[in-house]
């Protein structure tokens, strides 16, 4: 990884290489390489894994030009084994960087411990608010007047490593859990490239359990945007 820009083309072999999970839409994925094409050329996706067959974005992925692994959940005996299917998969390609967008497998702590540091993950919601499933039927349900999305590296214990950046939206009259999770997604779709063009260029990284941004740790929340 550089944090200067090369003076020529880099070859494949040393670009900063990223592998992408997704299990659904795939929209994040798509706003991720599209970012990476048009803007780092000193990075390359290597390949898309889906864990369902049928997932929208793989055929995204394909269209884009990129690598497509599926690997199903359901043609392995337990969470472990397909975590070992996928780590053999994600090591293929060596990747700098792996990427979590929309991706619905909880990880065991032994393939988090692996690839720690180096794995991000968007959440929909302002973390550490909501972790796990159903985001914005819960902050519906609680009253919240504001939501929104988190990006944060991951670590063993379920959405609860150190936050990156997130973005807040307000939650409008009237709004149903479908109208506020499109309005997060919009933020996604800025939140997420910023974190990963920061990691790309080397100025992001997860020192002692922080996120630091140019070495120096940022607040708990992640850099906060608010819209
Ligand atoms: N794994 C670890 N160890 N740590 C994190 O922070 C993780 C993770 C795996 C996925 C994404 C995530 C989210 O952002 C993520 C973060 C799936 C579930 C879940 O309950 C929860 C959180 C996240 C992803 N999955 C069910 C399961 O049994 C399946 C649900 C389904 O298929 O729809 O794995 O919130
Ligand atoms: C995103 O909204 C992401 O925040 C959410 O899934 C969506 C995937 O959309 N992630 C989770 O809910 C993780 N539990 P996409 O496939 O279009 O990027």
């Given at each position: 990884m550089n944090d200067t820009p090369a003076p020529y083309p880099l070859e494949d072999a040393e670009k900063s290489r990223v592998v992408i999970l997704i299990s659904g839409t795939g929209s994040n994925m798509v706003t991720i390489a599209e970012l990476i094409r048009d803007e780092?050329?000193?990075?390359?996706?290597?390949a898309v894994i889906c864990n369902?067959?049928?997932?929208?974005g793989i055929q995204k992925a394909r269209s884009l030009g990129i690598h497509t692994d599926i690997i199903d959940?359901?043609?392995?005996?337990?969470r472990e084994e397909f975590d070992v299917g996928l780590m053999r998969t994600i090591d293929a390609y060596d990747p700098d960087l792996i990427v979590l967008a929309g991706f619905m497998r909880i990880l065991t702590p032994d393939f988090v411990r692996r690839y720690e540091g180096r794995m991000l993950n968007i959440h929909p919601?302002?973390?550490?608010?909501?972790?796990?499933?159903?985001t914005h039927k819960r902050a519906l349900e609680a009253g919240d007047s504001e939501h929104g999305v988190t990006v944060h590296f991951v670590t063993?214990?379920?959405?609860?490593?150190?936050?990156v950046i997130q973005a807040v939206v307000p939650v409008l009259d009237g709004d149903d859990p479908q109208s506020l999770q499109k309005r997060v997604q919009l933020q996604e779709h800025v939140i997420y490239p910023i974190a990963v063009k920061w990691f790309i260029e080397g100025r992001l990284s997860m020192q002692k359990g922080q996120s630091c941004l140019d070495n120096k740790p940022l607040p708990p929340t992640g850099l906060k945007l608010d819209t």
């Amino acid at each position: 990884m550089n944090d200067t820009p090369a003076p020529y083309p880099l070859e494949d072999a040393e670009k900063s290489r990223v592998v992408i999970l997704i299990s659904g839409t795939g929209s994040n994925m798509v706003t991720i390489a599209e970012l990476i094409r048009d803007e780092l050329p000193e990075a390359e996706v290597s390949a898309v894994i889906c864990n369902e067959p049928e997932a929208a974005g793989i055929q995204k992925a394909r269209s884009l030009g990129i690598h497509t692994d599926i690997i199903d959940h359901r043609g392995f005996t337990s969470r472990e084994e397909f975590d070992v299917g996928l780590m053999r998969t994600i090591d293929a390609y060596d990747p700098d960087l792996i990427v979590l967008a929309g991706f619905m497998r909880i990880l065991t702590p032994d393939f988090v411990r692996r690839y720690e540091g180096r794995m991000l993950n968007i959440h929909p919601s302002l973390l550490p608010k909501y972790q796990g499933l159903h985001t914005h039927k819960r902050a519906l349900e609680a009253g919240d007047s504001e939501h929104g999305v988190t990006v944060h590296f991951v670590t063993e214990v379920l959405d609860d490593g150190p936050n990156v950046i997130q973005a807040v939206v307000p939650v409008l009259d009237g709004d149903d859990p479908q109208s506020l999770q499109k309005r997060v997604q919009l933020q996604e779709h800025v939140i997420y490239p910023i974190a990963v063009k920061w990691f790309i260029e080397g100025r992001l990284s997860m020192q002692k359990g922080q996120s630091c941004l140019d070495n120096k740790p940022l607040p708990p929340t992640g850099l906060k945007l608010d819209t």
